[in-house]
């Protein structure tokens, strides 16, 4: 149970277009759905927090303008990275947490990988 | 100093091998605890999941959580190959789900045959 899907798995793109990364829950719903990004043997670092129907919440540091995200229902939350860079190329994990049987912690998406040429 | 402290290894051990991973951590606030386990390229996946002190056990893990003592543990019995992964701790001190975790460095794990 708790599974959370993350479309797409990679993409590539040229510096300067912009990138949307879907993150569903799809086996409960999520009030709450968080992004993270992740350097090669890093740990994750949380980017921001976003609850449905709310404006995301970001963490110090990360530019609300270049990191679109929105939360339209339960059980997607999209992240837009606008006029992608070479250095805006990570791992980027969304993880979920849910209510009712979901409720004990987050649970994590399979991660996306963004190169951007 | 960080929140969190996880030894980064790597953590080299034989099939069947007994493996111990810690995390030290400073805030008291902290009252849940997990273990995530991350294969490369993939999402962390939760084995472990404890409240406040005490021991958990399912399967092949076993994870413990000494409060006084700022550590929590995860034992690995019999450990395979397929274990061979970067294992992560989290930690809150919100009682909600919601509440910000806070990651150790991660270990990792190398099991050979």
């Known amino acids: 149970g708790a599974v959370v899907s993350q479309h797409p798995s990679w993409v590539i793109c040229k510096s300067g277009t912009s990138v949307k990364i879907e993150c569903r829950s799809l086996d409960f719903q999520a009030t709450t759905m968080f992004w993270y990004r992740q350097f090669p043997k890093q740990s994750l670092m949380l980017m921001a927090t976003?609850?449905?129907?709310?404006?995301?919440?970001?963490e110090q540091g990360v530019e609300k303008d270049k990191f679109l995200i929105n939360h339209a229902s339960l059980t997607l939350s999209t992240l837009t990275v606008t006029s992608a860079h070479p250095e805006d190329s990570s791992f980027y994990i969304c993880?979920?947490?849910?209510?009712?049987?979901?409720?004990?912690?987050?649970?994590f998406g399979p991660g996306t990988r963004l190169t951007v040429l | 100093q960080k929140e969190v402290e996880q030894d980064p290894g790597p953590l080299s051990v034989p099939e069947g091998a007994i493996v111990s991973l810690n995390c030290t951590y400073s805030n008291s606030a902290f009252q849940y605890f997990m273990w995530y386990r991350q294969y490369s390229r993939k999402g962390p996946e939760l084995l472990m999941y404890?409240?406040?002190?005490g021991n958990k056990e399912d399967g092949r893990f076993t994870a413990q959580v000494d409060k006084s003592s700022k550590y929590i543990s995860l034992f690995i019995r019999d450990s395979q190959p397929s274990d061979s992964a970067t294992y992560l701790c989290?930690?809150?001190?919100?009682?909600?789900?919601?509440?910000?975790?806070?990651f150790g460095q991660g270990t990792t794990l190398q099991v050979k045959p």
């Open positions: 993880s979920a947490a849910g209510t009712s049987e979901r409720s004990d912690t987050q649970y």
């Open positions: 976003s609850n449905e129907g709310s404006k995301a919440t970001y």
């Open positions: 989290a930690m809150r001190s919100s009682s909600s789900n919601t509440g910000k975790l806070i």
């Open positions: 404890t409240y406040s002190s």
